[in-house]
């Protein structure tokens, strides 16, 4: 069990029997009555975020969650494919779990899948992705000095801004916590 004094960023707790992570957290001694933390935390499974106060002693469950490096493998109809690098053991993850982080799923990407009683609720991606350009506009002459960009499609289907001297074929870096351009890299 965790103490109230255990509660910082990230931790894994249950409430009301489902899995959640502190998301921020404030710690108040008031001038009079007893010390208690005010918390932010967000559920692992639906995403829904709640405010808790927590009074100094109060004690909390940990969650039985854990993280496994994984290597994506393919989709199968709304199921991505993920195999463990250790043990080669395959599992198969829904689509509303994965969310947004299908945008920068590629062959062979490693990655790493929380797991709540023995079950995926979430995939989390490198911060930063390469990804190969398959679709995008010929760069127009004279324009580069301004900083403009133009829309990309990359090998996932996702569509992301770029210089305009970037070209179909190149690979680029991508940053997964905002979905931006980083820079061109040469393969």
């Known amino acids: 069990m965790y103490d109230t004094s255990d509660i910082r960023k990230g931790l894994k ?6 899995p959640y992570v502190v998301v921020d957290f404030q710690f108040v001694k008031p001038g009079k009555g007893n010390a208690f ?10 995403g829904s975020v709640l405010d808790m106060t ?3 002693g109060e004690k909390l469950e940990p969650a039985d969650c854990e993280e496994f490096t994984m ?5 199968e109809g709304s ?3 993920f195999m463990d690098t250790t043990s080669y053991e395959q599992v198969f993850v829904e689509e509303e779990i ?3 982080t299908v945008n920068y799923l590629s062959d062979n990407l490693e990655v790493k899948v929380l797991f709540f009683q023995e079950r995926p609720i979430g995939v989390e991606v490198p911060m930063f992705v390469e990804l190969q350009i398959v679709e995008c506009e010929p760069g127009v002459k004279g324009d580069t000095a301004t ?7 990359l090998s996932t289907g996702y569509v ?24 061109r890299i040469k393969k």
């Open 13 to 18: 707790i249950i409430h009301n029997g489902d």
């Open 98 to 100: 994965i969310g947004d």
């Open 37 to 46: 933390t005010r918390t932010r935390i967000k559920n692992l499974i639906t």
């Open 147 to 153: 900083g403009a960009t133009k829309p990309a499609t």
């Open 54 to 56: 927590y009074r100094s």
């Open 79 to 81: 199921k991505y494919c």
């Open 160 to 183: 992301v801004n770029v210089p305009l001297f970037i070209q179909e074929g190149e690979w680029i870096k991508v940053d997964t916590r905002d979905g931006n351009y980083v820079e």
């Open 71 to 75: 290597q994506y493998l393919y989709k």
